[in-house]
C-alpha cells in the first residue's frame, strides 16, 4: 500500500508559477513510476507528467510541454511538478498517482491516488 498527499495548489494569475509537491509513504518509494494528472470540471481526468522510478526518463502531455517540470528525490520519497508560465485552461485538480509497473501516461496504470489539490489560474 502507498499513500500519497498532495501540497501546494493555490490560485495564481495567468503567467505565473506554483511548484506542487506529493509526498508518499509505504512501500519502498523508490520501486514506482510516478506521474501527475488533472480533472477539470465537467472533464475527464488527463495525463500531464511522469516520471521513471530511476527519475532518469520522463513524459510530458503536448500542452504543457517547455513549461512544467516533474522530478522526484527518492531520498525523500517525494515528487513535485514544477509549473511556469501557467494558463488559465491549466485549471483544475491536480492528482499525484504511483504505479508499481513501468511509468506510463495512461491512468489506468496506476493503482495509487492521492486526494488531489486545486489549482486555479486567473487571466
Known amino acids: 500500500q502507498v499513500q500519497l498527499v498532495e501540497s501546494g495548489g493555490g490560485l495564481v494569475q495567468a503567467g505565473g508559477s506554483l511548484r506542487l509537491s506529493c509526498a508518499a509513504s509505504?512501500?519502498?518509494?523508490?520501486?514506482?513510476?510516478m506521474a501527475w494528472f488533472r480533472q477539470a470540471p465537467g472533464k475527464e481526468r488527463e495525463f500531464v507528467a511522469a516520471i521513471r522510478w530511476s527519475g532518469t526518463r520522463t513524459s510530458y502531455a503536448d500542452s504543457v510541454k517547455g513549461r512544467f517540470t516533474i522530478g522526484r528525490d527518492n531520498a525523500k520519497n517525494t515528487v513535485n511538478l514544477q509549473m511556469n508560465n501557467l494558463k488559465p485552461e491549466d485549471t483544475a485538480v491536480y492528482y499525484c498517482?504511483?504505479?508499481?509497473?513501468?511509468?506510463?501516461?495512461?491512468?489506468?496504470?496506476?493503482?495509487?491516488w492521492g486526494q488531489g489539490t486545486q489549482v486555479t489560474v486567473s487571466s
Open positions: 509505504g512501500r519502498t518509494f523508490s520501486n514506482y513510476g
Open positions: 498517482a504511483a504505479t508499481s509497473g513501468y511509468y506510463s501516461r495512461s491512468l489506468l496504470a496506476y493503482r495509487y
